[in-house]
């Protein structure tokens, strides 16, 4: 009786031990699988983020190219004069050739003047690519939205962005019309 409670008693300890693997195994999975899942959710979230800026962007270059075909087509005097980089806030309707958050980018970057983004203008003269029906008289618009995200050296490094071009010319060139 004595040789059955020591074969039992063995028995159980060696079973003890298999337990106790099993359950340093199981968490172990557990562990991984918890890792692997936490990666996943954060790369598809950063991913979310990014494409909704880039679409706010694409969006606010938009509105920029429809701010400079207003100007066109209000006052071709005005807006054939200008030349150059201007800054583009989200309060403004029309570029000028002064300096602030609708003028001349005075610095190397106009700053988050549209919610968090960088938005600015860039106007060329007689482009070649613009010179539509031999007109040398056009202007391209160069719209490009910037923004910073966590992939960027630092916060204040606009490292992403978004450029829109349109070309244009005056409407009322011809003065029969």
Not at 110 to 131: L, M, P
Request: aromatic share 6%.
């Amino acid at each position: 009786m004595r040789n059955y409670f020591s074969i039992l008693r063995s028995q159980f300890l060696i079973s003890s031990g298999q337990s106790l693997i099993e359950i340093l195994v199981a968490l172990s999975i557990t562990l991984i699988l918890l890792s692997v899942s936490t990666v996943t959710i954060v790369t598809a979230l950063n991913n979310a983020q990014h494409t909704k800026n880039r679409n706010l962007s694409s969006h606010y270059a938009e509105q920029g190219l429809e701010i400079v075909r207003q100007m066109r087509d209000s006052d071709w005097q005005t807006f054939s004069a200008l030349s150059g980089s201007y800054c583009l806030a989200e309060t403004c309707t029309r570029v000028s050739s002064s300096g602030g958050n609708c003028g001349r980018k005075v610095t190397s970057s106009c700053g988050a003047n549209v919610d968090t983004f960088s938005r600015e203008v860039r106007i060329e003269r007689n482009i070649a690519a613009c010179n539509l029906g031999g007109n040398s008289n056009n202007l391209r618009a160069t719209v490009t939205v910037a923004w910073s995200d966590g992939q960027c050296a630092s916060n204040n490094d606009y490292c992403r962005q978004v450029s829109q071009t349109a070309c244009y010319a005056n409407l009322y060139s011809d003065p029969s019309l």
